[in-house]
T-cell receptor, first 116, second 110 residues
């Protein structure tokens, strides 16, 4: 059973370019979460999505960042007009939420974004 | 979500048990205790979680005090590959986010 997959694993962009990060959840999981880890800092929640719905985007910067999880295909985290401060590791997690129970999130290997 | 407090670092000898403490004195009745670890800069790895009973799986044991204000993660026979940052997280049943603190840097020494 394949785990959470993220690609690319490493992404280099110049200031002003767009970055697209992809996340394929584990089989049977319909909930996706994105977290960011800045250099030498802890992981911070960004956004929580279910298929075709954004449930909680309270951790996502208001500008330049967007996320989607379409009916078909992977979840996408999109960063427009990247700046050096966007350089970080971006982790995706997925879960299979069970009614009346807690949901365990399983993480992917991350995408390391470097902005030159 | 309730806040957790962990020691910033711990050392353990290879082959010995590693006991990692966590305080969560403001935990509420519907909040679970989760443990994750992050080896170097890899993605966080789920270890174990519990509500009020002690739990054990192939990786570790979780001991939660009766008042649920603290817990201990036990790695019964630590290996060098267990060197990582260990995060204790309190999460609501229906909550979405995991709130990561500073964690405990566990170093397993040969």
């Amino acid at each position: 059973n394949a785990g959470v997959m993220q690609n690319p694993r490493h992404l280099v962009r110049r200031r002003g370019q767009e970055a697209r990060l992809r996340c394929s959840p584990m089989k049977g999981h319909s909930h996706v979460y994105w977290y960011r880890q800045l250099p030498e800092e802890g992981l911070k929640f960004m956004v929580y999505l279910q298929k075709e719905n954004i449930i909680d985007e309270s951790g996502m910067p208001k500008e330049r960042f967007s996320a989607e999880f379409p009916k078909e295909g992977p979840s996408i985290l999109r960063i427009q007009q990247v700046v050096r401060g966007d350089s970080a590791a971006y982790f995706c997690a997925s879960s299979r939420q069970l009614a009346g129970n807690t949901d365990t999130q399983y993480f992917g290997p991350g995408t390391r974004l470097t902005v030159l | 979500d309730a806040k957790t407090t962990q020691p910033p670092s711990m050392d353990c000898a290879e082959g010995r048990a590693a006991n990692l403490p966590c305080n969560h004195s403001t935990i509420s009745g519907n909040e679970y205790v989760y443990w994750y670890r992050q080896i170097h800069s890899q993605g966080p790895q789920y270890i174990i979680h519990g509500l009020k009973n002690n739990e054990t799986n192939e990786m570790a044991s979780l001991i939660i005090t009766e008042d649920r204000k603290s817990s201990t993660l036990i790695l019964p026979h630590a290996t060098l590959r267990d060197t990582a940052v260990y995060y204790c997280i309190v999460k609501e049943t229906s909550g979405s986010r995991l709130t990561f603190g500073e964690g405990t840097q566990l170093t397993v020494n040969p």
